[in-house]
């Protein structure tokens, strides 16, 4: 009979599915000083003053609290310190959007905004008058460059000798 019963049962869950292997759940509590887990038959239940009921994880925290009178936020260890200082979030933390700056031209003292661009507006440049003065100064210009050896290094300086002069003066004087 108790194979017939083996066979009835298997038959029953026949239908329903297992998701993974049956976990047990563990009802833990948080340490009110360094906010970590609390197993049960673990931590110190603290009573304060004023009576309420204060969880802490071990005999460090309670006298860290109690007799130092350390604040968690100020230990490197603690959960407060880690968010205070905003460490081990990175996955969660993405990086900010920065807006685009909007340049909006509005009406100064009774000038309207078109009137205001167009008087903004870069001058276009002017097309050049061609002078017979400056063309025939600058055609000079360019003869007396040719005549000469047309180059900055033939023209000599104070009265000859240049191989005495370094590079660097030559250029500078």
């Excluded at 003869?143 to 240049?162: E, L, S």
């Amino acid at each position: 009979m108790a194979a017939g019963l083996a066979g009835s049962k298997s038959l029953f869950f026949i239908g329903l599915k297992q998701i993974g292997p049956s976990t047990m759940v563990v009802k833990t509590d948080l340490c009110a000083f360094s906010e970590f887990r609390i197993y049960p038959g673990h931590g110190i239940k603290f009573v304060r003053r004023d009576g309420q009921p204060v969880n802490l994880g071990s005999t460090k925290v309670r006298s860290l609290l109690t007799k130092s009178g350390k604040k968690s936020n100020k230990l490197q260890w603690t959960q407060a310190w880690r968010k205070l200082n905003k460490k081990g979030n990175e996955a969660s933390a993405t990086r900010k959007k920065q807006r685009k700056t909007v340049r909006i031209v509005r009406g100064i003292a009774g000038m309207s905004a078109d009137a205001f661009k167009a008087k903004r507006k870069p001058v276009t440049a002017k097309p050049k008058k061609s002078n017979a003065a400056t063309d025939a100064a600058l055609k000079e210009v360019k003869g007396r460059k040719t005549n000469t050896g047309g180059g900055k290094g033939n023209v000599t300086q104070g009265g000859g000798g240049n191989a005495s002069v370094p590079k660097l003066q030559k250029k500078h004087n």
